[in-house]
């Protein structure tokens, strides 16, 4: 699967690139296919894009948002993937509530990851997936060792265990984020060279499993070794 790396001299100029790069694909999905449906990333690291985009000047009413994955938490807690990115961001457009499909945490993870396998099972397809990638190599919530890594059967799986808190999660699935569209990965900061490194390098990652048909998009600053530039092929900014 290609992997395009794209560099940046840091994080202000990384995120101007995302911010264009959305910018520019969600209008070609407005005027083709009428919506824009994108995942987004949780963590702190994308936090400044979604700043960025509330500014940003589109047909909300057209977007249709969906979570690469959550914590097991109360609805409004501040912990939430989806409170980061309503505080950050969506609660300040205006797009239509039933179209920002978070995810419900139910009486258990079980039932939640299931209740969201549902929701999936309806959406219309992905136009963009949002990645982030940790410093242990997990990506969304799909930690290196899990088994439910590479299950292909569901859309999203409940995970028990997460080596960071909260222990329970959902997530989508690798089978679920591998539908995508288009696949953009934001990688920044010097702690996370070494993941980025050996994912690159071949190591058997989370974010190996997700194998979308047009390849994936890692935006980064991280200055690679020469063979690792090799191995994947550098895209311009």
Not at 138 to 145: M, N, Q, Y
Not at 214 to 234: A, H, K, M, Q, Y
Request: aromatic letters at 8%; a neutral charge; one cysteine or more.
């Amino acid at each position: 699967m290609e992997k395009r790396i794209h560099y940046y001299a840091g994080p202000v100029q990384l995120v101007d690139a995302l911010y264009n790069g959305i910018a520019g694909l969600s209008a070609r999905c407005l005027e083709q296919r009428g919506c824009f449906s994108v995942v987004l990333a949780g963590g702190s690291t994308p936090q400044p894009l979604y700043r960025r985009l509330r500014h940003f000047a589109t047909d909300w009413q057209r977007w249709h948002i969906y979570f690469g994955d959550e914590r097991w938490l109360p609805v409004g807690d501040p912990g939430r993937n989806d409170a980061m990115a309503a505080a950050a961001w969506l609660d300040h457009v205006p797009i239509p509530s039933q179209q920002v499909h978070r995810i419900a945490p139910g009486t258990s993870v079980v039932d939640a990851a299931a209740a969201y396998a549902a929701v999936l099972e309806h959406a219309r397809g992905f136009d963009l997936a949002l990645l982030g990638l940790g410093e242990d190599g997990h990506t969304a919530s799909l930690f290196p060792g899990d088994p439910l890594v590479g299950q292909g059967d569901t859309l999203a799986i409940a995970v028990t265990n997460a080596p960071k808190p909260p222990a329970q999660r959902v997530s989508m699935s690798a089978r679920c984020l591998s539908s995508a569209a288009a696949v953009w990965y934001m990688v920044t900061g010097p702690g996370k060279r070494e993941a980025l490194e050996s994912w690159l390098g071949g190591a058997q990652l989370p974010p190996e499993h997700i194998r979308p048909r047009n390849g994936i998009d890692v935006f980064t600053d991280i200055t690679l070794p020469g063979e690792l530039r090799r191995r994947s092929r550098e895209a311009c900014p």
